[in-house]
């Protein structure tokens, strides 16, 4: 989490520095971009306003200006032959009125260009082409314009050199030009031609750059005879400051998701976002990507990167990537090979489109409005890339392969939860089974008449064929072992209870199975299983093999209970960690794996059968082996160190079963099985049924992990209460004792306790129970502190200290990221709030209370309307209490007799300030007073104390009773410092919202009650009590 948060803070400061240096034009004013930002990275002001003072200090940017100079057409011919030898200058002046200033067009000013910044002569055209590049350092975009001048190119000839070309001469115009250069190589030096220029300002250029033919004018402005030039213009930065993210790619990516993020957390429950982002967004985008020089692809490349993952996360739809994929398609193919981001980005698609194919019937569940529109976007995404030469690089799939296979996990998944959550509903496996076949039936006619044609139309895949096959499978393997369960052998049906309860169910499920092998007239291909796998099923029907397995397990179940009896849990030796009934557990379980093999069943399927349910019945029988011994160490006597070294046995033993698990298919002989069972019934069968028992094993072991952490979770708690009974005590400890000597045996508790966990228990489990630990001790020190139990916050300090660096152990125990936490750091300041006066804890509590009251915008108490003022003159604070409205009714006539005390608070600051109160109202819920109060107090008074944010005037309103003490109705508290501050003045009312707040979970108030012996903390805590009942009864 804090290298979360550092990372935010890098990005917020890099935002605020593009935005700083930002360029171009802002279609939005600073204070839309600025209130943006805050709320996307959540600053307060003050956070914002340091930010940006910090992003000042930093090293501007150098602003560069990329020029493409084309081509140009259409130029004034300057030579005698009709044509011109043109090139140009480039150059970028400050000055607002640049391109008014001729000075620049002279051919003295053309020598003092570098001559980097001039293109190459293109020789005797008029329509020349260079197709060249410069960079020009910009040092005030605001101010700076981009001039550009066009010149012909002189050479220096003799005059005979000049006489000799009269055969070149072209026209009347070209004569003139002939006798005009035969002249100034005779009598002048020659200079090279103007032909024209163009002017730009820095600033009118677009982030995303200009590209445009641009109009050569004459010294005049003219653009008459002139022609013109294409030139392609953006602007970039470099050196901008160091210490953002060192690759801007990746800074502009983490950019772009945290837009994306903080619109889907503030999108409204009722609206799904369609994932474009404001106005604001894109620009401060399109800003970090032009300072950056990210070019669009790239951009593109970024988008589709953070996208890809949103939309795999279900947060975005398919359609948004569309556009993004075409941009794609068409960009350049080294750019997706050498980019990091399309790797990530169709990683996550793949994943995306996978699992989306897994959870299709979640997703895009059938006959719901929007499913077609966002089922058809999806696959033409999926299409698009895996018909793209460019783009399937990275999934390497052809399109049947990429969607059948989740299509597949996807039904087994979806059969498997359809199964257990039918058990769950049903009494019996016969009327589960049926109820689950029904359950198929429909979801391979959805399959059928609403999938399936927009898989095979956009994809071309039949995956109607593919899920009968996969679900005519499992049926068939399903009812093979709820029928050999269920109905057993015929002289045990006839002794059955039921036996026209399951007659009737099994007639059912005959009928379904019926309907459901109807759907085979539907199947387009021929990779349809044999129109046998569910016509033998009545073989499944064998009892004594029923009779066998369940003596196989009844067995097993009987060693393993003998196991648990006679086990103590007690760790075998000093190298062994587990208890005895682990060894025989296993030797249990291993046994009755060994009876698959041992019976050696000729039919494979029958033999699968066989196996599957000895596999299910270990689960099983594991999974009760960890919760008898977990009852069993409940029942034990709590001494505290027997009680943690036995849980420590516990989760060893089970980790002895996991890896027991881990093996069992090798000692069930699936090895021997699985071939025989593909030679049958084909290679897909095999591995339905290999798969089947991994999932099977995956949940039992899940249940075990899920019992190993409850274990390890427990550990911590059976040491809380004498870790509660010693912080106790240290928190008593006089503060007179040494600190050392106060948290001994609390320390050598702890420690003690740690070298047994850290003896018997892995490194990864230690290291679980030791956080557990420490939040158990944080919260018990916490819990001491807000008892009143604190007679040495000085010895709590110092036992917090101890405490951290001993779980910190010098960098072997906990991290100290982990040990500071949220609860430690709440400590540190209770535990300062503890060690200050009771004066100064008073006004922070009233401080609190006023900003409070500010916050309040409705309350269930009522409203009270007053004025308060600083008369000068008379040295007084005037307070007005004008009228209340919609008071509690609290006498027996629906109505309230309500009255209203003033007085300055806190009453240390102003002791001899007296109590004020208003006539009471009777009979009113809606009481007006128009009364007027005045505090002396002088000059002094008010400027010291009365801009202080803890002085308030305190309005209790009452209920007058006559024959019993007037009842606490609700208070509002007005600071002093609005007054001061000229906020509030004589004709400027404010509304203030009556509220009854409890202090029960106020550590100051908690504070104060425990300092028995201090008169002004128990004047308080008498006052607030009265306002603490009242609230606890409403």
């Known amino acids: 989490m804090a290298s979360k948060d550092h990372s935010l803070e890098i990005l917020h400061e890099e935002v605020l520095y593009t935005l700083l240096h930002s360029m171009g034009r802002k279609p939005l004013t600073d204070s839309e971009i600025n209130e943006y930002v805050q709320q996307v990275f959540q600053k307060s002001d003050a956070e914002q306003e340091e930010t940006w003072s910090r992003v000042r200090s930093h090293i501007p940017p150098v602003v560069q200006l990329w020029v493409s100079i084309n081509e140009a057409r259409n130029l004034m011919a300057k030579d005698f032959n009709g044509l011109s030898d043109p090139y140009c200058t480039l150059r970028v002046v400050e000055g607002d009125d640049h391109c008014d200033d001729h000075s620049n067009l002279s051919s003295d000013a053309r020598h003092s260009i570098d001559s980097s910044n001039i ?50 001469v072209s026209g009347l115009q070209g004569v003139k030009r002939y006798f005009k250069d035969a002249v100034r190589t005779a009598f002048e030096e020659m200079s090279d031609d103007f032909l024209g220029y163009t002017c730009v300002s820095i600033k009118d250029i677009p982030l995303h750059g200009l590209d445009a033919w641009f109009k050569l004018t004459s010294h005049s402005g003219s653009p008459k005879g002139r022609g013109e030039c294409h030139l392609r213009l953006r602007l970039s930065m470099s050196g901008r400051f160091g210490t953002f993210y060192g690759d801007p790619a990746t800074s502009h990516r983490n950019l772009l998701s945290t837009f994306v993020k903080h619109e889907l957390e503030n999108q409204k429950e009722s609206t799904e976002w369609d994932g474009h982002l404001p106005a604001v967004a894109h620009l401060i985008l399109l800003q970090h990507a032009c300072q950056n020089g990210l070019t669009f692809p790239q951009q593109s490349l970024i988008r589709w990167n953070v996208y890809s993952h949103e939309v795999k996360d279900q947060n975005l739809p398919y359609s948004l990537l569309m556009p993004i994929l075409c941009d794609l398609e068409n960009s350049d193919p080294q750019l997706l090979q050498e980019e990091k981001f399309a790797s990530e980005g169709f990683c996550a698609f793949r994943e995306g489109c996978s699992q989306s194919l897994v959870d299709l019937r979640s997703r895009y569940p059938a006959n719901a409005l929007k499913t077609p529109k966002r089922l058809e976007s999806f696959l033409r995404c999926l299409v698009l890339v895996l018909k793209s030469k460019r783009m399937n690089i990275f999934l390497q799939e052809d399109t049947n392969t990429f969607v059948v296979r989740p299509i597949q996990e996807g039904n087994i998944i979806w059969f498997n939860e359809t199964n257990t959550q039918v058990k769950e ?221 036995q849980m420590c046995v516990v989760v060893n033993n089970i980790n002895i079963i996991e890896r027991f698990l881990n093996n069992l298919l090798k000692d069930l002989n699936w090895d021997n099985l699985a071939p025989y069972l593909e030679v049958m019934s084909g290679e897909e069968r095999r591995k339905d049924a290999e798969q089947a028992l991994q999932v099977r094993l995956d949940s039992a072991t899940e249940e075990l992990q899920i019992q190993e952490q409850k274990c390890l979770a427990m550990i911590p708690v059976k040491m809380e209460k004498e870790l509660k009974d010693l912080l106790c005590a240290m928190t008593l400890a006089s503060s007179a004792a040494p600190h050392d000597d106060a948290i001994s045996p609390l320390m050598q508790f702890i420690e003690s306790n740690l070298a047994v966990l850290h003896r018997l228990l892995s490194q990864e489990h230690f290291k679980r129970v030791l956080f557990e630990l420490w939040s158990i001790t944080l919260r018990v020190l916490r819990s001491c502190m807000s008892e009143e139990l604190v007679g040495n916050p000085d010895c709590c300090a110092h036992c917090l200290n101890a405490l951290k660096e001993s779980f910190h152990a010098g960098g072997t125990g906990l991290l100290l990221e982990e040990i500071k936490n949220e609860t430690f750091f709440e400590m540190e300041k209770e535990l300062q709030l503890i060690q200050k006066p009771t004066t100064e804890l008073i006004e922070l509590y009233f401080q609190r209370r006023t900003e409070e009251q500010k916050t309040i915008e409705k309350g269930n108490f009522g409203t009270l309307m007053v ?34 005390k003033v007085e300055l608070y806190p009453n240390h600051k102003f002791p001899e300030s007296k109590v004020c109160s208003t006539k009471t109202k009777y009979k009113t819920l809606h009481p007006i007073y128009d009364e007027t109060f005045r505090f002396e107090l002088g000059p002094e008074n008010w400027t010291q104390k009365c801009h202080e944010p803890e002085v308030f005037v305190l309005f209790s309103v009452y209920d007058y009773n006559i024959l019993f003490s007037n009842e606490f109705v609700g208070e509002a508290i007005l600071g002093l410092s609005n007054v001061r501050d000229g906020v509030l003045n004589s004709s400027t009312p404010v509304q203030l919202h009556l509220t009854c707040v409890s202090d029960e979970d106020c550590f100051i108030f908690h504070t104060l009650k425990g300092r028995l012996d201090d008169k002004d903390a128990q004047e308080f805590v008498s006052k607030r009590n009265v306002v603490a009942v009242k609230a606890r009864t409403k």
């Not at 001039?147 to 055969?167: A, N, P, Q, R």
């Not at 092998?517 to 539907?522: A, E, H, I, R």
């Not at 004025?867 to 008071?887: G, P, R, S």
Request: proline share 3%; aromatic share 12%.
């Open 425 to 645: 509903k049903e009494s019996h496996d016969l009327s589960s089974l049926l109820t689950l076949i029904e359950a198929v039936t429909v979801d391979l006619k959805n399959c059928l008449n609403y999938y399936g044609p927009l898989f095979k139309r956009i994809v071309d895949v039949d995956i109607f064929t593919t899920s009968f096959c996969q679900f005519e499978t499992l049926i068939a393997v399903l009812t093979q072992s709820t029928l050999s369960d269920t109905l057993g052998d015929s002289t045990t049906m006839q002794k059955s209870d039921n036996v026209e309860e399951v007659a009737e169910e099994a007639f059912q499920l005959y009928k379904s199975l019926q309907s459901f092998v109807q759907l085979k007239s539907y199947l387009t291909t021929n990779q349809a299983p044999s129109e046998q796998a569910l016509s033998g099923f009545h073989c499944y029907f064998e009892p004594l093999l029923t009779h066998w397995c369940f003596r196989a397990y009844q067995r097993t179940h009987e060693w393993i209970n003998k196991a648990v009896d006679i086990d103590t849990l007690r760790e075998i030796d000093e190298l062994v960690s587990h208890s005895c009934s682990s060894v025989d557990v296993t030797t249990c379980l291993r046994q009755f794996a060994s009876f698959s093999k041992e019976l050696d069943w000729p039919e494979p399927e029958t033999a699968y059968s066989c196996l599957f349910r000895i596999l299910n019945d270990i689960c099983n029988e594991t999974v009760s082996y960890v919760n008898k011994l977990q009852d069993k160490i409940l029942h034990m006597e709590e001494e505290n160190g027997i009680i943690i070294r």
């Open 119 to 168: 293109t190459k002569v293109q020789f005797s055209t008029l329509d020349p082409v260079w197709n060249e590049q410069f960079i020009l350092i910009v040092k005030n975009p605001q101010t700076t314009f981009f001039h550009l001048c066009v010149w012909d190119h002189d050479e220096e000839l003799s005059f005979t050199e000049t006489f000799g070309s009269l055969s070149k």
């Open 867 to 900: 004025k308060a003022y600083y008369d000068e003159d008379a040295n007084e604070l005037v307070v007005e209490v004008i009228h209340a409205t919609n008071i509690m009714a609290l006498d027996d006539n629906g109505y309230s007799d309500p009255f209203v």
